[in-house]
């Protein structure tokens, strides 16, 4: 990070009053204030999870005929980038670097216009997207100032700083979000393209990434109600935008796009909640579409009468007989609890790194009502705190809590590859998870074994490679270290005064 302009220690690895207060001070208030009103902090101050613009990043990546440049520290824009190639984006991405002096002249903002101009061909893009990141952000950078549209490509600048978007998922929403509204405006002021699946039939837009298979089985299960759904959020084209904002209802499976959601409100489209997980929550998410569609009784019932045996049979078919924790910072773990409930599992705690939402509350309360604690903006020392509480047969979270649960020979997974690998919802969901579920916790013995075998060697303080025997704690070291940070810390305070 550069220091001569964003506060030094800022960024993700602490200092986030003080480049807030940067930002403030470069004419970013209205942006932080919406980012604050959006994306609520609390009850602590910032989950531990990847940089969040790589959740924007990653929704422009994904968009065929879209550009995305980032502007911000190379460090940060290595870790974005190589997190991108990690998850096989096979797209370029745009990069504008900086120093002091382009930073404090203003120069970076020209930099970033002309490298926009040089992109935006539109033979080559429907969107040129422009990410400012946590110093150009802190530093006033405005990309508001950049034209809307050059030769019909339309140019998109959004800020999504560390200290203003908690985390990665609800950053997808700070572009999905930016782009619906440059969409609804376009549609607003005259005729826009056709989309490539237009439905005749009333549809649903479905807001989140899902799993490939689950946007055909939810259409299976609102066919009976006359109804069929359209290209979801975030989009992969844009022209799919204009569908999606032509929906009938939108439904908010992932429960934290508020941007998202704000703009289908402005197009006067009603939104609900939760999703089709399991028998109970099935049930409900059809009744809550259907009302809102307006469809008739009947073929809500008609839906309902052919989606909920066969989720029956299906969860009857895979039981599991576990105690879980689930964990995560996908927006979706309050779903998954919900599935693996409806199976059979007893899950005393849900912790979530995304907020409370409208949107969650019927998952929400569908898990207090049968005992689970559930918490939102959940930190690490949460999650952990709950396994070690629980002892569960298997505890589902992030990398570092995955990690915890090894050192204490709990079967573990990470919750990404559990979602994004399977269907959750309907009767394709209702049978995905017992099947990894159970293939773990057989795997209990043997992590029991290990933390046996290892007993102790290489955990805390003595981790690393290379020892032949139980590594031995110098004599007195830490008292050393101790007096040496003191003595560090007093000279600091005197340089001060
Ligand atoms: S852009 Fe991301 S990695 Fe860089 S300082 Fe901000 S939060 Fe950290």
Same mark, same amino acid.
């Given at each position: 990070?550069?220091?001569?302009?964003?506060?030094?220690?800022?960024?993700?690895?602490?200092?986030?009053?003080?480049?807030?207060?940067?930002?403030?001070?470069?004419?970013?208030?209205?942006?932080?204030?919406?980012?604050?009103?959006?994306?609520?902090?609390?009850?602590?101050?910032?989950?531990?999870?990847?940089?969040?613009?790589?959740?924007?990043?990653?929704?422009?990546?994904?968009?065929?005929?879209?550009?995305?440049?980032?502007?911000?520290?190379?460090?940060?824009?290595?870790?974005?980038?190589?997190?991108?190639?990690?998850?096989?984006?096979?797209?370029?991405?745009?990069?504008?670097?900086?120093?002091?002096?382009?930073?404090?002249?203003?120069?970076?903002?020209?930099?970033?216009?002309?490298?926009?101009?040089?992109?935006?061909?539109?033979?080559?893009?429907?969107?040129?997207?422009?990410?400012?990141?946590?110093?150009?952000?802190?530093?006033?950078?405005?990309?508001?100032?950049?034209?809307?549209?050059?030769?019909?490509?339309?140019?998109?600048?959004?800020?999504?700083?560390?200290?203003?978007?908690?985390?990665?998922?609800?950053?997808?929403?700070?572009?999905?979000?930016?782009?619906?509204?440059?969409?609804?405006?376009?549609?607003?002021?005259?005729?826009?393209?056709?989309?490539?699946?237009?439905?005749?039939?009333?549809?649903?837009?479905?807001?989140?990434?899902?799993?490939?298979?689950?946007?055909?089985?939810?259409?299976?299960?609102?066919?009976?109600?006359?109804?069929?759904?359209?290209?979801?959020?975030?989009?992969?084209?844009?022209?799919?935008?204009?569908?999606?904002?032509?929906?009938?209802?939108?439904?908010?499976?992932?429960?934290?796009?508020?941007?998202?959601?704000?703009?289908?409100?402005?197009?006067?489209?009603?939104?609900?909640?939760?999703?089709?997980?399991?028998?109970?929550?099935?049930?409900?998410?059809?009744?809550?579409? =259907? /009302?809102? $569609? @307006? %469809?008739?009784?009947?073929? &809500?019932?008609? *839906?309902?009468?052919? !989606?909920?045996?066969?989720?029956?049979?299906?969860?009857?078919?895979?039981?599991?007989?576990?105690?879980?924790?689930?964990?995560?910072?996908?927006?979706?773990?309050?779903?998954?609890?919900?599935?693996?409930?409806?199976?059979?599992?007893?899950?005393?705690?849900?912790?979530?790194?995304?907020?409370?939402?409208?949107?969650?509350?019927?998952?929400?309360?569908?898990?207090?009502?049968?005992?689970?604690?559930?918490?939102?903006?959940?930190?690490?020392?949460?999650?952990?705190?709950?396994?070690?509480?629980?002892?569960?047969?298997?505890?589902?979270?992030?990398?570092?809590?995955?990690?915890?649960?090894?050192?204490?020979?709990?079967?573990?997974?990470?919750?990404?590859?559990?979602?994004?690998?399977?269907?959750?919802?309907?009767?394709?969901?209702? =049978? /995905?998870? $017992? @099947? %990894?579920?159970?293939?773990? &916790?057989?795997? *209990?013995?043997?992590? !029991?074994?290990?933390?046996?075998?290892?007993?102790?060697?290489?955990?805390?303080?003595?981790?690393?490679?290379?020892?032949?025997?139980?590594?031995?704690?110098?004599?007195?070291?830490?008292?050393?270290?101790?007096?040496?940070?003191?003595?560090?810390?007093?000279?600091?305070?005197?340089?001060?005064?």
């Amino acid at each position: 990070m550069d220091g001569s302009i964003a506060p030094s220690g800022g960024g993700c690895h602490g200092g986030r009053e003080r480049m807030v207060d940067a930002a403030r001070a470069a004419g970013k208030s209205e942006t932080l204030e919406r980012l604050m009103h959006d994306y609520p902090r609390g009850p602590h101050d910032q989950p531990q999870s990847m940089c969040p613009a790589f959740g924007s990043l990653r929704v422009g990546l994904r968009m065929r005929r879209v550009a995305t440049i980032l502007s911000g520290s190379a460090c940060c824009v290595y870790g974005l980038t190589f997190t991108s190639h990690f998850y096989g984006a096979k797209r370029t991405v745009g990069y504008v670097p900086f120093n002091s002096e382009t930073l404090v002249k203003g120069q970076l903002f020209e930099d970033i216009r002309n490298a926009v101009y040089e992109t935006a061909k539109p033979e080559n893009y429907d969107a040129v997207v422009v990410i400012n990141l946590c110093v150009p952000t802190a530093s006033g950078v405005p990309l508001d100032l950049l034209p809307k549209q050059i030769e019909g490509v339309r140019i998109i600048g959004i800020d999504v700083p560390g200290f203003g978007v908690p985390t990665h998922a609800e950053a997808k929403d700070v572009l999905a979000g930016a782009m619906l509204k440059y969409a609804r405006t376009e549609a607003e002021a005259g005729p826009v393209a056709r989309p490539r699946s237009l439905q005749d039939l009333p549809t649903v837009s479905l807001i989140g990434e899902l799993f490939p298979g689950d946007p055909p089985g939810i259409g299976a299960l609102l066919a009976p109600m006359g109804m069929a759904v359209a290209p979801q959020l975030p989009a992969r084209e844009w022209r799919d935008l204009y569908a999606a904002l032509d929906c009938t209802v939108a439904a908010a499976v992932h429960p934290f796009y508020t941007a998202t959601v704000r703009e289908f409100r402005a197009a006067g489209r009603p939104v609900v909640g939760s999703g089709p997980v399991g028998v109970d929550g099935t049930a409900a998410w059809l009744e809550a579409v =259907g /009302a809102a $569609a @307006g %469809i008739a009784t009947d073929k &809500i019932e008609a *839906a309902k009468n052919k !989606a909920l045996p066969a989720i029956r049979a299906a969860l009857d078919a895979h039981p599991i007989d576990a105690r879980i924790t689930v964990s995560g910072y996908e927006g979706s773990e309050l779903l998954v609890a919900r599935a693996l409930m409806e199976a059979g599992a007893d899950v005393p705690y849900v912790g979530t790194a995304c907020p409370r939402t409208e949107w969650s509350d019927a998952d929400r309360i569908w898990l207090e009502e049968r005992g689970t604690f559930v918490q939102f903006r959940a930190s690490l020392d949460q999650d952990v705190a709950a396994m070690l509480d629980v002892r569960p047969d298997l505890a589902i979270g992030t990398t570092p809590l995955v990690q915890k649960g090894k050192e204490h020979g709990i079967p573990a997974l990470y919750f990404t590859n559990m979602v994004s690998a399977r269907p959750l919802f309907g009767a394709a969901g209702a =049978g /995905a998870l $017992a @099947g %990894i579920v159970a293939a773990q &916790i057989k795997g *209990a013995p043997r992590f !029991a074994r290990m933390v046996s075998f290892f007993d102790q060697v290489g955990a805390g303080s003595a981790t690393g490679y290379g020892w032949q025997g139980k590594p031995v704690e110098p004599k007195g070291s830490r008292e050393r270290m101790r007096k040496q940070r003191e003595a560090k810390a007093k000279a600091l305070e005197a340089v001060g005064t």
